[in-house]
């Protein structure tokens, strides 16, 4: 069971580039949502969804676009990478939003814009 | 989204038990309390989750008060690998998950 998975692990851009960092489960889980987490602090929402087709804006949501096609998958795109948004993401999922129950998060991707 | 309240960090000895307390005096009466743990390098993990009694699992015990105000994560023998940032989170039903600084614990051999 492979739980979250996140890719790439790291990454590096160039100001202004775009990219789209993966995020997919293999749990069936309805919610799925984005983190990310700068030095030394917690992690802060970016965006969130309930299901394939239903998205939301989190805390932080001002420079990343997100879909959600599947239930499986859950893509987070910067389309004009700024080094302000040089962070760890995180993409995590639970079995849906109305049941109080665990997440369950990947591993991370470390991002970095020079 | 209601607010908790942790300690900045802790210190443990290593093989004892740790107390990790939470503050939460605006909780609702549906507020769920989730504590998470995220180790070095590592995304978050699940630890344990309690509504109003007292819960155990393998990984921890949590004390609940009975006004609910305040809350407690004990850790019942630390080990080097329970050093990390533990966070205390209310949830309550069609809640997002947001995170707080939590607590940073250092387990000292």
């Known amino acids: 069971n492979a739980g979250v998975t996140q890719t790439p692990k790291f990454q590096v851009l160039k100001t202004g580039q775009s990219m789209t960092l993966q995020c997919a489960q293999d749990?069936?889980?309805?919610?799925m949502s984005w983190y990310r987490q700068d030095p030394g602090m917690g992690l802060r929402l970016i965006h969130y969804?309930?299901?394939?087709?239903?998205?939301d804006q989190g805390e932080v949501p001002n420079g990343y676009n997100v879909s959600r096609s599947t239930t499986e998958d859950f893509p987070l795109r910067l389309l004009s990478a700024a080094p302000s948004q040089t962070s760890v993401y995180f993409c995590?999922?639970?079995?849906?939003?109305?049941?109080?129950?665990?997440?369950?998060f990947g591993q991370g991707t470390r991002l970095t814009v020079v | 989204d209601a607010k908790t309240t942790q300690p900045n960090s802790m210190e443990s000895n290593e093989e004892e038990p740790v107390h990790l307390p939470c503050n939460h005096s605006?909780?609702?009466?549906?507020?769920?309390i989730h504590w998470y743990r995220q180790l070095p390098s590592q995304g978050p993990e699940y630890v344990i989750h309690?509504?109003?009694s007292n819960v155990n699992n393998r990984m921890a015990s949590l004390a609940i008060a009975e006004d609910r105000k305040s809350s407690t994560l004990i850790l019942h023998r630390a080990t080097l690998r329970d050093a990390a940032v533990y966070y205390c989170?209310?949830?309550?039903?069609?809640?997002?998950?947001?995170f707080g600084k939590g607590t940073r614990l250092h387990i000292l051999p």
């Open positions: 989170i209310l949830r309550g039903r069609d809640d997002k998950i947001i």
């Open positions: 749990m069936n889980h309805e919610y």
């Open positions: 309690g509504l109003t």
């Open positions: 995590a999922s639970s079995y849906s939003l109305g049941v109080v129950t665990e997440a369950f």
């Open positions: 605006t909780i609702s009466g549906t507020d769920y």
């Open positions: 969804s309930v299901g394939a087709g239903i998205t």
